[in-house]
């Protein structure tokens, strides 16, 4: 059974860090992509955040870029997401997401979690 399950997320002030994980089933974790996608507002396409392949290599998307870092541990099937200097716009729900490729969009996603929300205040 393919599971991704979040957990981090809460409300925070703007400039605050905040680190989200996600662990998953390792009937999956060792073959994809690990990262992650936002949802802001509810209904809006998805942004792609961030996503560790298996082998380390790293992406970013343009929505976050500097402020983020994503890391996996193999042994553990956890992917994290460390968020800095956050701002409101900020505030999304965060998917953790797996992925064959690199998903630079929603239609690249092979499973979803169902997400962790992080609001950030002024």
């Known amino acids: 059974q393919v599971q991704l399950v979040e957990s981090g997320g809460g409300k925070v002030q703007t400039g605050d860090s905040l680190g989200l994980s996600c662990t998953a089933s390792?009937?999956?974790?060792?073959?994809?992509?690990m990262g992650w996608f936002r949802e802001a507002p509810p209904g809006t396409e998805r942004q792609f955040v961030a996503?560790?392949?298996?082998?380390?290599?790293?992406w970013y998307g343009d929505s976050m870029k500097g402020r983020v870092t994503v890391a996996r541990d193999n042994a553990k099937n956890i992917v994290y997401l460390q968020m800095h200097n956050l701002k409101p716009e900020d505030t999304a729900v965060y998917y953790c997401?797996?992925?064959?490729?690199?998903?630079?969009?929603?239609?690249?996603?092979?499973?979803w979690g169902k997400g962790t929300l992080v609001t950030v205040s002024s």
């Open positions: 390792e009937s999956i974790f060792s073959r994809h992509a």
């Open positions: 996503t560790v392949t298996p082998s380390g290599g790293l």
């Open positions: 997401v797996a992925s064959v490729a690199i998903p630079h969009t929603e239609s690249g996603v092979a499973f």
